[in-house]
């Protein structure tokens, strides 16, 4: 999203003569990067925000527009006796030059920024949210299946010497559905049970 958009901020502007889009786009996003990194107080981009307003914020599109006019007079500037412009962009030099560029971070921009630690809390936060959804669709599953089905898989597996004490009693509670609900923890120990049997032959359902 961030590089289609700034594909589209590119073509808008007044300097943009239909060429070397694609260098001034990637050479933007890397120098916008390198401003919140080198330029800022530490923090970072909020991409989390970005994502579900699914649109760029007015000051973010600020910055790297102001960017990308410094950096396509880069661009189309070689150095080093490059004459072509494409492989002049492919060399070192001319990401040393931009880096080099002398581009302030848009103080409405660094308003938006966050924290490392409220970057760590976001990402903690969703990842809990993951594992609940896990969780949650692990359970369904064992239920779904009723208690019919993982009494037929036990008394296989358990005739086959499959099955330990503890995964008989395990296996006996899903038997017991719906009048005993497994839980979290039974509930994963039954999908290996169940892995286990069907790579010993057990019909895959």
Avoid at 150 to 158: F, G, I, M
């Amino acid at each position: 999203m961030l590089f289609r958009r700034t594909e589209d901020l590119v073509t808008a502007q007044s300097w943009y003569q239909n060429g070397y889009r694609a260098n001034v786009v990637a050479y933007t996003i890397a120098k916008f990067a390198h401003i919140i990194q080198f330029e800022g107080t530490g923090e970072l981009f909020d991409f989390k925000a970005c994502w579900s307003r699914q649109s760029l914020s007015p000051p973010v599109e600020d910055q790297l527009t102001l960017i990308a006019g410094e950096v396509f007079k880069v661009i189309v500037a070689p150095e080093g006796g490059f004459q072509n412009v494409t492989e002049w962009a492919k060399k070192e030099l001319c990401w040393t030059r931009v880096q080099s560029l002398r581009i302030p971070l848009l103080p409405e921009l660094a308003k938006q920024l966050v924290g490392r630690e409220e970057d760590r809390i976001i990402n903690a936060a969703a990842e809990t949210d993951r594992a609940v959804k896990s969780s949650i669709e692990l359970q369904t599953a064992v239920l779904d299946f009723g208690g019919d089905y993982w009494k037929k898989l036990q008394t296989w597996a358990h005739q086959r010497s499959l099955l330990s004490p503890d995964d008989y009693s395990i296996a006996t509670i899903g038997s017991s559905i719906p009048r005993k609900i497994p839980t979290e923890k039974q509930c994963k120990r039954l999908m290996e049970i169940k892995a286990r049997a069907e790579h010993e032959g057990y019909p895959v359902i």
